[in-house]
């Protein structure tokens, strides 16, 4: 049972504009969301996170919108560089299972200059 | 500089060998984590520890082996009986019951051959 989905594998950008990567979940219980940022060959590295008390949660050109009633998350990043081009992941928690963090399947980010 | 560090980066092995992947932090967390990685299907929790001396299965457990004699210290042991072994693994350290995210070490590329 996938608790989170990425439905886009790819999404391809122009440099300059938005990129808009998605996320939903089923487990009413999250209360904690992270996006995490993979080049190929590497560990994740931490993006943005997000508290179930807010909706949304902004860091430079990085911003993460959150819908619970939708139980949908998503990450703008305006404006878009070549250099953001990596493997987005969307990940979740809930305080009942500690530190633990279920991840989504990742979305392949391409951005053409 | 603290850090999580994994080694070796590349490893071959023979069918029906066992092998073992190291996992090493200095950031004095006490939960890590084995996640794999394969195309399309995002990471997947291996194994987990909240605690030294203690461990808890995770998903795709079968097929594997960890220890948790020190608190900086979390091998993964790919063993024999592993199907399909070769990935791209990862592992991950956090503040235990913060929910507030991991920090990833740089992975270890797996092939058997």
């Known amino acids: 049972d996938q608790q989170v989905k990425q439905n886009s594998p790819s999404l391809s950008v122009q440099e300059g504009r938005i990129s808009i990567l998605n996320c939903d979940y089923t487990?009413?219980?999250?209360?904690?969301f992270l996006w995490y940022k993979k080049y190929p060959a590497e560990g994740p590295t931490f993006l943005i996170s997000?508290?179930?008390?807010?909706d949304k949660n902004e860091d430079g050109r990085f911003t993460v919108f959150l819908n619970k009633s939708a139980k949908h998350l998503s990450l703008h990043i305006v404006p878009s560089q070549p250099g953001d081009s990596a493997v987005y992941f969307c990940?979740?928690?809930?305080?009942?299972?500690?530190?633990?963090?279920?991840f989504g399947e990742g979305t392949q980010l391409t951005v053409n200059p | 500089d603290g850090g999580i560090t994994q080694s070796p980066k590349y490893l071959f092995r023979k069918e029906g060998q066992n092998v073992t992947l190291s996992c090493e932090q200095n950031l004095n967390h006490d939960a890590m984590y084995w996640y794999r990685q394969d195309p399309g299907q995002g990471l997947r929790l291996i194994y987990y520890?909240?605690?030294?001396?203690?461990?808890q299965k995770g998903d795709i457990a079968e097929g594997y082996s960890v220890s948790r004699e020190k608190k900086e210290s979390f091998p993964l042991t790919v063993t024999s009986a592993q199907k399909n072994p070769t990935a791209f693994y990862l592992c991950?350290?956090?503040?235990?019951?913060?929910?507030?995210?991991?920090?990833f070490g740089s992975g270890t590329r797996l092939t058997v051959v």
């Open positions: 520890s909240q605690i030294v001396n203690d461990f």
């Open positions: 997000i508290s179930s008390i807010k």
């Open positions: 487990n009413s219980m999250f209360d904690y």
């Open positions: 991950a350290s956090s503040v235990r019951d913060s929910g507030y995210g991991y920090t």
């Open positions: 990940a979740a928690s809930e305080e009942t299972s500690g530190s633990r963090l279920t």
